[in-house]
């Protein structure tokens, strides 16, 4: 089993910076990429950024050139750097690791971003 705990939601005013982080923990020799997922009220949980064991990453292109996604894998922590955010970039942002046989969730972190 894993356990995911993120940190570092809150409210920011559109244009501002938040960094959220991702702590695992339980059997985390098992994981191998990691990614962060958000969920806006009324829609569909969509996939913002993943990172594999090695570093290589994917972003959607709506926070293309704007988030960075990172990971210490001697803390077993990953990373979301937001910057220059929008009011479209509320939600729910979830953490999610890619295990042996299944993927583990977080409990999920509210970004909420003012015009």
């Known amino acids: 089993q894993v356990q995911l705990v993120e940190s570092g939601g809150g409210l920011v005013q559109a244009g501002g910076s938040l960094r959220l982080s991702c702590a695992a923990s339980?059997?985390?020799?098992?994981?191998?990429?990691m990614g962060w997922y958000r969920q806006a009220p009324g829609k569909q949980r969509e996939l913002v950024a993943s990172?594999?064991?090695?570093?290589?990453?994917n972003y959607a292109d709506s926070v293309k050139g704007r988030f960075i996604i990172s990971r210490d894998n001697a803390k077993n922590t990953a990373y979301l750097q937001m910057n220059s955010l929008k009011p479209e970039d509320t939600a729910v942002y979830y953490c999610?690791?890619?295990?042996?046989?299944?993927?583990?969730w977080g409990q999920g972190t509210q970004v909420t971003v003012s015009s």
């Open positions: 339980g059997s985390i020799f098992s994981i191998n990429a």
């Open positions: 990172i594999t064991k090695g570093g290589s990453t």
């Open positions: 999610n690791a890619e295990g042996l046989i299944r993927y583990y």
